[in-house]
Nanobody
Framework: QVDLVESGGGSVQSGGSLRLSCVVS????????IFWLRQAPGKEREVVAT???????TYASSVKGRFTVSRDSAKNTFYLQMNSLKPEGTAKYYC???????????????????WGQGTQVTVSS
C-alpha cells in the first residue's frame, strides 16, 4: 500500500512563502508520479503541479513561476515550494500519487489514484 502524508501548511500573509512536504511510502527512487492538488471551499479541485520521473515538472498557469516541486530521494519526500502566495491560493492542499508505479515496472502511466489527508494553507491579504 502506498501511503502519503502531507505537512507544512499554515497561515501566511499575501506575498509570503510556504513549503509543503509529502512523505510517500513504497516509491522507488527512479519511478514516481506525484501530483500536488488544491481544493478551496465551493471550488473544483485543481492540479497545481506534477512531478514524474524522467519528465519535466508541469505547473498550472495560476502558479507557474511561483511554485516549484522537488524531491529528496533519500527521505522519500516530495516538496511543493510556494512563493509569492496570493489570497486565492487559500485551499486545502493534497499530494497524490499513482500507486501502480510502486507495484509494476511494466506500468508507465501517470494518473493519481491515492492521496494524502491534505494540509490547509490560508493566505491573508
Amino acid at each position: 500500500q502506498v501511503d502519503l502524508v502531507e505537512s507544512g501548511g499554515g497561515s501566511v500573509q499575501s506575498g509570503g512563502s510556504l513549503r509543503l512536504s509529502c512523505v510517500v511510502s513504497r516509491y522507488t527512487d527512479s519511478r514516481y508520479c506525484i501530483f500536488w492538488l488544491r481544493q478551496a471551499p465551493g471550488k473544483e479541485r485543481e492540479v497545481v503541479a506534477t512531478l514524474e520521473s524522467g519528465v519535466d515538472a508541469t505547473y498550472a498557469s495560476s502558479v507557474k513561476g511561483r511554485f516549484t516541486v522537488s524531491r529528496d530521494s533519500a527521505k522519500n519526500t516530495f516538496y511543493l515550494q510556494m512563493n509569492s502566495l496570493k489570497p486565492e491560493g487559500t485551499a486545502k492542499y493534497y499530494c497524490a500519487a499513482d500507486s501502480r508505479r510502486a507495484y509494476s515496472t511494466l506500468y508507465s502511466g501517470c494518473e493519481f489514484n491515492v492521496w494524502g489527508q491534505g494540509t490547509q494553507v490560508t493566505v491573508s491579504s
